[in-house]
């Protein structure tokens, strides 16, 4: 059977956090406020595990151009109808102050058993993410290409950290989300599979044995969709500004190509070692795009700024192709503004510098995420 070719589709999805515009504490979403979405949104909006949290996905976008649209579109409706409550959408991966202890899930069937099943690790999730979907419709194409693009997920990561604070302290990592994810099983970066014969042998062994019931409790880094024929990006923390969402999802989309590109000249990129791409994304996770990643081929770390343009320029012709250059290129900005992580700690220095306590200055880091959001809506 010839391999179907993909068109490169794109599907973004994001978590939210809803907190008090007055307080900036974490609030549970009023089932006024998710009705009031649905009626906006319809089955692009919904609860997600804890309470406080909001999830949207865009539609099947064929290009990034209507992808920023959708995606506009869903958090502009987002924080209109929260505004109308006193209430405000933070696109971040961990609230600066939270307490996880006094958060409680959301009742519906999945996560009443997700709470079950997972006991206290799962009552931590205090986190949110953003998954991006490439469209890859073969099987054997999806399971390929995963296999290649993992290398890249520590760069991916360490443009979009934007979780530096937990429970009211700096944890010294950029990306605190991952160390509580990781405490998930069937986590990290997804085991090494040659073929889509194999990777459905494996999950359906624990899926037979009634471990599982599909693979969304499967939650690698990366990992081929349960429900679309896409290949899902989740290593990413979401981002505040939506322009930076954006870049992001345009380096998987012309990753994506480049590889399949590759595959149709009867080349790939070099399968690495995983303990050598999991040393990458913990650098990712702790020093964000500061401190360099490890180039496997040179064996050498190389900083980030360097690794960014070189894969800019390997992706260019794709990016051009998928409409998508600009965006790429956006990269550069993230750099230059620095990640969220960077600049929620830079409004909490100046906050502490005009002399504010700590409780004052981390509620004006909330205060500018909630800013952020409406960046360019």
Known sequence: MSEVAPEYTLGIEEEYL??????????????ALMDDCARELGDKVSP?????????GTGVCA???????DLGHLRRTIADCAAQYGMAPLAVSCHPFADWHTRKHTEKQRYNDLARDLAGVVRRMLISGMHVHVGLPDDDLRIDIMRQITYFLPHMLA???????????????NSYRLTIFDNLPRTGLPPEFISYGEYRRSVDTIIDAGLIEDTTKI???????????TLEARICDVMPLMEHALTVAAMIQSTARMLVELRRRNQRWRIYD????????WRAQ???PREGLL????????PVPQLVAELIEMLEADAMVLGCLNELRGAQDILKTGTSAERQRAVHAAARAEGADETEALRAVVQALIAEFRVGL
């Not at 939650?219 to 024929?229: E, L, V």
């Not at 995983?274 to 994304?281: D, K, M, V, Y």
């Open 18 to 31: 809803l907190v008090d515009v007055e307080t900036c504490a974490l609030v549970d979403v009023p089932d």
């Open 48 to 56: 997600e595990f804890l309470a406080c949290q909001i999830e949207v």
């Open 63 to 69: 290009n990034i151009a209507e992808a920023r649209a």
């Open 274 to 281: 995983r303990f050598l791409i999991a040393e990458n994304r």
């Open 295 to 302: 180039d496997i081929g040179k064996g050498e770390v190389v």
């Open 219 to 229: 939650w690698w880094d990366i990992r081929p969709s349960h429900r679309f024929p």
């Open 159 to 173: 443009l979009s950290t934007s979780s530096p604070y937990w429970g009211g302290q700096d944890t010294g990592l």
């Open 286 to 288: 702790r020093y964000g």
